[in-house]
């Protein structure tokens, strides 16, 4: 459903004040794992930010802080942001019980007012967070903006490609072009399908040019772009296990391709 809709990020931000109550519990995050020690990061987003010990990191779009909080265990100094209030009570309340000195603000990312007035080394962010911003080139300013010189930007996100087709895959049902907001409302989540919450979202599709242009368009350089036809997250309807930790959508095989990241540098 395509409509005008003025105030997304009120329905956004009650959709993942709903959805935190759900995935803290759920198995597609594991906590137990977590709390024992396992990072919650995958390995294409280990890959790119290398050793963390010692830098300051701003992570956008943070959710309720598994990933701020894995970079903080490996002796990162990090700042969490996310939209959703909810999101950052648990996150703040994680933080405190595993003892570590993460920071978290709630705030929309595109709003320069929220950041701490500091530089970092790695701003980075990743799956499923870009489709939830109206202005990539105001989030791009922002990155710029934030990193130190020299330092970088990480990202790794769901493929654009993916998100032109409907919730089953059988049809491309959206452009792969910015145009209009995708309004949908759903219930449960991609963490537990079966959870009683309904939902409204208001997305937006960015294809990989518009992202890459946005942040050179900054003065950032890029470094590395790559391109992955596998997910390391069982967040899709139909997946199969190819191999421990690596998922593919079962009708489309290794034909389609999941993921990208890439990694840029502020002069």
């Not at 005008?4 to 329905?11: A, N, R, S, V």
């Not at 080139?137 to 922002?142: E, H, K, R, T, V």
């Not at 518009?210 to 003065?219: C, D, I, M, P, W």
Request: aromatic share 12%; glycine share 8%; charged share 20%.
């Amino acid at each position: 459903l395509r409509i005008k809709i003025h105030y997304p990020g009120l329905f956004n931000r009650n959709t993942w004040n709903q959805r935190t109550g759900i995935h803290i519990d759920s198995a597609f995050y594991d906590m137990p794992s977590f709390l024992k020690g396992k990072s919650s990061l995958t390995s294409i987003e280990k890959d790119m930010l290398g050793n963390v010990n010692g830098k300051s990191i701003l992570h956008l779009q943070c959710h309720f802080g598994q990933d701020s909080l894995s970079l903080a265990r490996e002796g990162a100094t990090v700042t969490g942001i996310d939209l959703s209030d909810a999101a950052i009570d648990k996150a703040r309340d994680l933080n405190q019980r595993l003892g570590l000195n993460a920071d978290f603000i709630c705030g929309n990312v595109l709003d320069p007012s929220i950041y701490p007035d500091k530089k970092f080394d790695i701003v980075f962010t990743s799956f499923g967070t870009i489709g939830w911003l109206p202005d990539i080139g105001q989030w791009a300013s922002i990155i710029q903006q934030m990193l130190n010189p020299g330092g970088h930007f990480v990202f790794a996100e769901f493929h654009p490609l993916v998100w032109m087709f409907d919730n089953n895959h059988n049809e491309i049902a959206y452009s792969y072009f910015i145009s209009a907001p995708i309004i949908e409302s759903e219930s449960g989540s991609y963490a537990d399908t079966q959870a009683a919450i309904q939902t409204t979202s208001v997305t937006w599709n960015h294809g990989i040019a518009s992202v890459v242009n946005a942040l050179l368009k900054t003065g950032l350089q890029l470094m590395s772009i790559e391109e992955f036809n596998y997910s390391p997250h069982d967040c899709f309807p139909g997946m199969e296990t190819i191999e421990p930790g690596k998922y593919r959508i079962k009708k489309f095989g290794d034909k389609l391709p999941l993921v990208y990241a890439l990694t840029a540098v502020k002069p």
